[in-house]
């Protein structure tokens, strides 16, 4: 016998058909004697359609309201798929989230996951019950409903697998596993059978969108085995998807494991900043204070030591806001002029492999070079490389590096 922590996304529950084909799949493992807690997503689309009922009366009113609002959609899915399964014979109940519950901090629209009363759930599964909770919903200490930030419902999973000891969290949804660069995109792009918590982190963050980070991020250090399978062609006792698991359980080591290029970042450049202590300090405080992650800076060399170039990126969404931070800080930070590039992608390669094999930076810069792709700035961790590009080249630069890392084989 298994426990199983099984988390539906949003395609998945698309529509009462969908619903019923996700009952089939919780049915299959029910009859085996496994024990199965559900997650589910809001249906496909109607999380959108309360955020915009929701700025329909303003673009800002009492968050706590947001919540109330939003998360709403994953209370319908709950209960229609409880209720299919009902109709199938099985034993299943909806929960809300503050039934169960999940508490969280009372930071709306982004909470967090403080604690799960797990005999809730686990009483339940002893009773031979299937468990339905909404993914993305909690409910404060001051009990009020809070949501955990869109994409929450698979940190909800993951944070439940853990509290109840899940042999595995599997995250049902349209694609059938991660993938060495995005399938859409590289079609001869590979399914990965395994893939490290890192190396996952990592790609999450650089907008490979099968998992909110923040859920890797909570596997990895609760060691929850994640699998990401397709709902679409589950086959009976056949689990080929992508197992999110420790380095060390992975034996065929690739020095890469993934491409991945995104469109999400915008290039801001101060020309012209004054080379003398606190002034990338002052920059980087004011966007931090209004909660901007900056990802990538590189500040030039000086020319005589007076005046020198400071380049920074930021998310897409948060360009305006931190163009207006910029021009609001003149006086302590005086600069000659500001260069917005909002054409521009970053490029990653990942791989714990690179720890140990060197040549990987240049062999990257190489094929760019041969393709006569400029790179305009470049940062790395311990196991990423990424380069920011002019966006017309996005396409073609993961293309070659996919081919050069020998990822289609
Ligand atoms: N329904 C929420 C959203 O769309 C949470 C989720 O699906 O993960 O963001
Ligand atoms: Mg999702």
Redesign the pocket.
């Known amino acids: 016998m298994l426990r199983l922590v099984m988390k539906f ?2 395609t998945s529950v698309g529509s009462v058909e969908r619903i019923n084909e996700v009952a089939n799949i919780v049915k299959n493992e029910v009859v085996q004697g496994n024990e199965v807690v559900v997650v589910l ?1 809001a249906m496909a689309g109607e999380t959108d359609r309360l955020v915009n009922l929701a700025k329909g009366i303003s673009d800002s009113f009492t968050p706590a309201e947001y919540d109330t609002v939003v998360s709403s959609g994953e209370q319908i899915s709950v209960g229609l798929l409880s209720a299919a399964l009902n109709n199938m014979d099985i034993n299943a109940r909806s929960y809300m989230g503050w039934q169960i519950p999940i508490i969280t901090n009372a930071n709306h629209k982004s909470s967090r996951i403080e604690s799960i009363r797990s005999e809730t759930i686990i009483n339940s599964l002893q009773k031979g019950l299937v468990c339905v909770i909404p993914g993305f919903q909690g409910v404060s200490n001051e009990g009020r409903i809070t949501t955990l930030g869109r ?1 929450g ?2 940190t909800s999973a993951v944070a439940i697998a853990s509290v109840i000891e899940a042999d595995y969290c599997d995250i049902y ?1 349209d694609v059938d596993g991660v993938y060495t660069s995005d399938p859409n995109k590289i079609s001869n792009a590979k399914r990965l059978d395994k893939v490290s918590y890192e190396e996952m982190l990592e790609m999450a963050s650089l907008g490979a ?1 099968v998992l ?1 980070t923040r859920s890797v991020e909570t596997a990895m250090n609760n060691e929850v085995l994640l699998r990401v399978l397709s709902s679409f062609d589950a086959k009976e006792n056949l689990k080929e998807g992508t197992l999110v698991c420790d380095e060390d359980k992975i034996t065929d080591k690739r020095v890469v494991t993934g491409i991945t290029s995104s469109l999400n970042d915008t290039k801001i450049t101060l020309v012209g900043v004054r080379d003398k202590p606190g002034v990338a300090a002052e920059i980087f405080m004011s966007l931090a204070d209004s909660n901007i992650n900056v990802d990538m800076i590189v500040q030039n060399i000086s020319e005589g030591g007076s005046t020198t170039d400071i380049t920074f990126t930021v998310p897409k969404v948060d360009a305006d806001k931190s163009e207006k931070i910029m021009s609001g800080i003149t006086e302590s930070v005086p600069y000659e002029r500001i260069i917005i590039d909002n054409k521009i992608a970053k490029i990653s390669v990942v791989g714990v492999g690179m720890r140990s094999n060197a040549g990987v930076a240049s062999g990257m810069f190489n094929v760019l070079s041969d393709n006569g792709i400029n790179i305009n700035v470049i940062s790395t961790s311990e196991i990423k490389i990424s380069v920011l590009i002019d966006e017309n080249k996005a396409e073609k630069a993961t293309k070659m590096l996919h081919k050069f890392f020998e990822l289609d084989k």
């Open positions: 996304g949003g997503s994409g419902s698979d949804t969108k909110q």
